[in-house]
């Protein structure tokens, strides 16, 4: 089973790409490591306070990789430098 989820983000505080890449590089890795799940920027690569992000992950059940998408996204709501304004979970 394949549970997938966008989410946008803005940094209110990032003033640069580079600010911007540090950030997402931080949520990026903390991501991975915490919860072995496959992380990307989908979108908004040139704009410095918004970023997409995708996340994957696959499990033989819904029910746990639904609670690993949903404990990924509750670590990016712990990231003060970013607010989680959009996001799309779909079972795939």
Same mark, same amino acid.
């Given at each position: 089973?394949?549970?997938?989820?966008?989410?946008?983000?803005?940094?209110?505080?990032?003033?640069?790409?580079?600010?911007?890449?540090?950030?997402?590089?931080?949520?990026?890795?903390?991501?991975q490591?915490?919860?072995?799940?496959?992380v990307?920027?989908?979108?908004?690569?040139?704009?410095?306070?918004?970023?997409?992000?995708?996340?994957?992950?696959?499990?033989?059940?819904?029910?746990?990789?639904?609670?690993?998408?949903?404990?990924?996204?509750?670590?990016i709501?712990?990231?003060t &430098?970013? &607010?989680?304004?959009?996001?799309?979970?779909?079972?795939?």
């Amino acid at each position: 089973m394949i549970v997938y989820a966008e989410v946008e983000c803005i940094m209110y505080d990032g003033h640069s790409l580079k600010a911007k890449r540090t950030i997402i590089k931080k949520v990026l890795a903390k991501l991975q490591n915490n919860f072995n799940v496959a992380v990307t920027e989908l979108d908004y690569h040139d704009l410095w306070q918004r970023t997409k992000i995708g996340i994957v992950t696959i499990s033989t059940d819904y029910v746990h990789a639904e609670k690993v998408i949903h404990a990924a996204l509750g670590t990016i709501d712990g990231f003060t &430098e970013l &607010e989680r304004t959009i996001t799309n979970v779909e079972r795939l």
